[in-house]
């Protein structure tokens, strides 16, 4: 069946334009004309740009010429809009930064570029990307395609919603405490949220999470993930964690599965898809054993919230302007954050530090961690986070304590699509590997996907459309 080509993955565009039967050009526009149709809806790309036609073009001659720069080249790619892109908007949702422009690429945008990859546009964000759904007072909603009355998750809903709607068949986004992850699964999509210094950052915004946010793509297969990481990966000067990474290259075999932490409550068809998911573990050859994480996490939980608070806390200081215009809930945790002080932060420090040693240990006895993604089904769009969960009232998190702790300890996670529910929403789990483990992890999920294929999934989601 000839597909159009919005439909095809980024391994198999960069197969058709070395066999000549498509181009850079002719790619781009198909996602433009799929990003007309559908983004009306899904409000998921904020801002194009219009250079991109001069890079397909320039990818092309490189076709033609029989010299592509590598797999990305000619792919069209959409950028997270915390993540600071050429000529083009950089908004993180705030309204005081509405039509601000960025001068330059940050590093992870640059390496892409560099690699001949097509940047075409930015995709929606909650203010600060400190939220786990998509709304902001500047672009409003982004909605779900699955079912555009829900959301896609957040921060990076708008990523996920553009690439499972087919605009795009990769996105550049980045992940603090689950928003790569979390709307991954809540979209059908791998999405990848790398160890710490796995991808060099620098040049961008300030940073809100300490060390917590890491860059990541999102795709809607492993290979196409892998690929962009592979694309993405390495040491650069200017980041010196990059240049501290090792290679933890062991072969995933004992995987310990964890069905919930500390008996907070899991939508119960989430937890059937993460069990049929170890049992596809199993037929893979891995012992999969059951049970808790064995590190404490309470010290983590007691300080989560604070460190967000702190980061706008000193964001505002050096940008009073941002906080003029912030919205009331976040000059709220501002000024919550500048009354914790110094002591208060020291110690969270050195939680963290903690927190990182014993997970060094779990992976000192497993090679992989498995867990539901998201503990909840996408819920109300316009909603910060669903109340109850299996009939138990949960706080702002409830829907993401499996997902935290990881960006916190700094180790790699993939979000890999489940079972769905009987509704037909996409479930995620959540694979966690060792420092330095993101090959490992990524190889794993790619026997995964053999036995639990989902390609076909986004053919009954493309033909509502």
């Not at 391994?11 to 334009?17: K, M, P, R, S, V």
């Not at 940047?119 to 902001?136: A, R, S």
């Not at 010196?240 to 932490?261: G, I, K, N, Q, T």
């Not at 000059?331 to 208060?344: D, H, S, T, Y």
Request: aromatic fraction near 6%; include cysteine; glycine fraction near 10%.
């Amino acid at each position: 069946m000839n597909r159009p080509l919005w439909q095809l993955s980024a391994i198999d565009l960069g197969a058709a334009y070395r066999a000549d039967t498509c181009t850079p050009m002719d790619a781009l526009e198909s996602v433009l004309a799929r990003c007309k149709v559908s983004n009306p809806e899904l409000n998921a790309v904020i801002a194009l740009d219009a250079a991109a036609h001069d890079a397909a073009r320039a990818s092309q001659a490189r076709f033609a010429a029989g010299c592509p720069l590598g797999p990305l080249d000619g792919i069209p790619l959409s950028i997270k809009d915390n993540l600071l892109m050429a000529g083009v908007s950089a908004t993180w949702g705030c309204a005081a930064m509405s039509g601000s422009v960025a001068a330059a690429d940050e590093l992870p945008v640059a390496r892409l570029r560099a690699q001949g990859a097509v940047l075409f546009g930015k995709t929606n964000v909650p203010e600060f990307t400190l939220e786990g759904y998509t709304d902001n007072a500047v672009f409003g909603t982004t909605r779900n395609p699955w079912c555009t009355a829900l959301t896609p998750g957040g921060s990076s809903g708008g990523a996920v919603a553009a690439v499972a709607a087919g605009i795009g068949p990769l996105a550049l986004c980045t992940d603090g405490g689950g928003s790569i992850r979390r709307p991954a699964s809540h979209t059908g999509l791998v999405g990848l949220k790398p160890s710490i210094g796995a991808i060099a950052r620098a040049d961008g915004l300030p940073s809100l999470l300490l060390d917590f946010e890491v860059v990541g793509p999102v795709g809607r297969s492993v290979a196409d993930v892998a690929m962009m990481f592979d694309a993405l990966a390495g040491a650069h000067p200017r980041d010196r964690r990059s240049r501290a990474l090792p290679a933890d290259l062991r072969e995933a075999r004992r995987v310990l599965h964890v069905s919930r932490f500390d008996g907070a409550p899991v939508d119960p068809q989430v937890a059937t898809a993460t069990v049929a998911a170890a049992n596809v573990l199993r037929e893979l050859g891995c012992e999969v054993e059951e049970g808790d994480l064995p590190v404490d996490l309470s010290a983590l939980n007691a300080v989560w919230a604070e460190v967000g608070q702190i980061g706008l806390a000193a964001l505002f200081a050096l940008q009073p302007d941002l906080l003029e215009r912030a919205a009331p809930k976040y000059r709220e945790m501002a000024i919550q954050g500048a009354v914790l002080g110094a002591p208060r932060l020291w110690a969270t420090l050195e939680r963290i530090d903690a927190l990182r040693r014993a997970v060094d240990e779990v992976f000192s006895r497993w090679d992989a961690v498995l867990t539901p993604t998201a503990a909840a089904l996408p819920w109300p769009a316009a909603e910060a986070y669903p109340p109850a969960i299996d009939g138990r009232t949960v706080g702002p998190r409830g829907h993401a304590v499996f997902t935290g702790w990881v960006n916190a300890a700094g180790n790699p996670a993939l979000s890999l699509p489940a079972l769905p529910s009987v509704e037909g929403l996409p479930i995620g789990i959540q694979l966690v590997g060792p420092w330095g483990g993101d090959r490992m992890l990524l190889a794993l999920a790619e026997r995964y996907e053999q036995l639990s294929p989902w390609a076909g999934r986004f053919d009954e989601l493309w033909s509502k459309a």
